[in-house]
Each structure stands twice: as C-alpha cells, then as structure tokens.
C-alpha cells in the first residue's frame, strides 16, 4: 500500500507564516525559501498570493526564483478570482502548482459555509474547473477538502466531493487533519478509505495539525496506507500547536527505510536559523533539534551508551549528532541518578584511569555532594579534582 516515493512538501512559507506573532519580510521569506532548497524538499508553498499585495508579491519573487522542477504551491480559496490573482503570482515557477481549498466536513457546511453539500459540490467544480481552464493541461491542481478529519459524520459525501474534484481536473487530493480531534488511527483509517477509493485517479497528500501532540505520527502512518506527499513545516511552525514537523518526520521516515532526498545535514542549523527568525526558542527537549537530547543521566543508560558510543547505533541514540549536522555529541554527566560507570567515562576521557575499588568511593562522595546541594550535577572539572584529591594515577 506504501507508495514507491514520499514527498515532502513544505508549508513553513503558507502555513507557518499566517501563525507568526511577526510574519516575515520579504527578505526573511527569501532567506527561508533558500534554507528549504538546501533541504531539498520536493515542494515549497510559498503562500496565499491572492490574501494581499504584500503576499502577492513575496509569492511572485519566490515563484521567479524557485529551482528548475520543483513544485511551488500558492493556495486560493474556491474563488476565481483569488485564483486568478493565485495563478498570476506562481505561473512564473519552472513547476507552479495551483491549490485550492475549500470545507468538506459537515460541521463546518452546516455551522460556517451555511449551505447544502450539493451546494458544496458545485462550488468546488466551478473553482476547479476555472483553475484548470486558466493553468493549462500540465499544471499540477490540488484540492484541499478543509476539515477533512471533522468529517466522520458525511464520510461518505467528503468521497463525493474528491471525485468531483479529481473530474474537474485536479490531480493532488490533499486530506488535511485542519484540526486534530482524534486519536492517529482514527484520521489514518480515513486516509486509507479514501486513498482506496481514490485509486490512481489522483494522488493523495496530507497535512494535519498538532493540537494533541500528535500530528508527526498521524503523518508518517498515512505515508503507509497511500500518502504519496506529506505536508510539513519547518520547527514544526503553524496555527496553534503548529503543524506536522519536518525534522521529526523525515527522520521517522528514514529510520524506517524510506529513500528520502532530503539534505539531512541542513536540519539542525536550519532548525537554529528559523528559530532566531520567529523568535521562538528551541525547547530542550525537543526531538532532532532539541539542546538535551544527546545527554545521559541514568545510571543504567550511561552504562549502555559507554559501550556503545562509538558505534553508528547506540544503545540509547536514534541516529547520530552529525547526521542531522549538529556538532555537539553524546553527553555522560554525573547527578545522584547516576551510577559508577559515569565517573569512570568522565575520567578516562581526560586520561585518569582510576582503580575498581577507588570508584565506589569517589562514587559515594560525588553522590553525597549531589544529594546535599540540591541534588544538583557534578560536573566533569570537579569528578577530576576529587580523584586528584585521593591521589588516584593518571
């Protein structure tokens, strides 16, 4: 069911833009198209042309300066003349892509569109067709059925509204979780649903947000039931909780042996770029990017990552510092969490090879310093002056 080839398509320009407290320059949105070239994603949204001039315009400038084959997307609304303005921003891209969007779930028909589905229906032929009557044959068209993952109640109409789509000339159908309500499987099984129904007619592309934390996961499991193009953001940027991150799931996808074209080494000093320019730090803890996730604190962990450290895989490492092109490295630091084998490392890097029974004793101080100030970490300066201090040979 797994498609041959995955795609990522970025919406960090789109997407992630329309949630920053300070949306970016012209030049800020320039430097950003560049760092995602460098990436080499498959596809870049560069935004939504017809909204404003000053998005016209961005759009246009990065539509003239996208790369020869790569897809630049611009998103409109199911209004011709949003989509005229769309089209006029992108058609200066060597591969536009026109993309349309527009409700499909019958909470929003019912409760913000206040019309029929057949209603529904014929606005999205009309906009669709328009788009394909002005884009030409071999402009790539995707439709966007806006709350996809809302709509478990008219399942069966959301199918109705593809396929007249897919009839009306487009050629991406691209299934967005606009807001995430459900556990993964949920939205995945509608993927596949429709993906089977689908068939080759069009391809199937999704993007989902992630208000329960889960929009990664939800993402990377579709890539397994059919989705062809995966849509992302850099830093995980996006409305509320931001969407589907990039880092987390070209990596997730990797791991698993996906044949990605992605420049890995450009993730972490892309993930540091983005986050000077939105002024949003980088949490600690963060997956791939985050400052802490290379370091180990449990006595049991420390003991498997000594043993395994110099191995491509680690016994408590996914992938390696430099894959991602970060260069910092596996970190053993000593708390009263630790265990013996920690001050045994630490100390052996700097050359102090310490006798097996002097261990447990430099251990039992290291720890009671720790307990007794707050249980705070011993750093690596002070295990070296304690075992200087009981005269232990280097």
Known sequence: MKPKQIKIQDVTLRDGNQALRKPWTLEEKIEVFDLLTELR?????????????????ASKTLARRAPVGIPIAGLSRANETEIAKTWEAIQYANKPRMHIVYPVSDFSIRHVLKISESEVVQKIKKAVSFARSIVGKDVEIQFSGEHFGDAIENFAFTKEAFLAAIEAGANIINLPNTVERY????????????????GDRAKVSVHTHNDL??????????AYVGAEQIEVALNGLGERAGNTNLYETVIALHQNGENLGINFERI???AKRIAEMTGIPIGEKTPIIGEDIFSHRSGIHQDGVAKTIKQSKGAYRTFSPEFVGRKDAETISFTNQSGHRAIQFLLEKRGIVVPGEEIHRLFEIAKTISSNEN??????AELVDLARGFALSP
């Not at 934390?213 to 579709?222: I, K, L, P």
């Not at 249980?375 to 690596?380: A, G, M, V």
């Open 41 to 57: 994603v498959d596809g870049i949204e560069v935004g939504f042309p017809s909204s404003n001039e000053t998005e016209f315009i």
């Open 183 to 198: 556990r993964p499987m949920v939205f995945v099984n509608m993927v596949k649903e429709m993906k089977d129904f689908i």
């Open 213 to 222: 934390g889960m929009a990664t996961a939800t993402s990377v499991e579709c």
């Open 268 to 270: 972490y000093p892309t």
């Open 375 to 380: 249980n705070r970490e011993i750093t690596e």
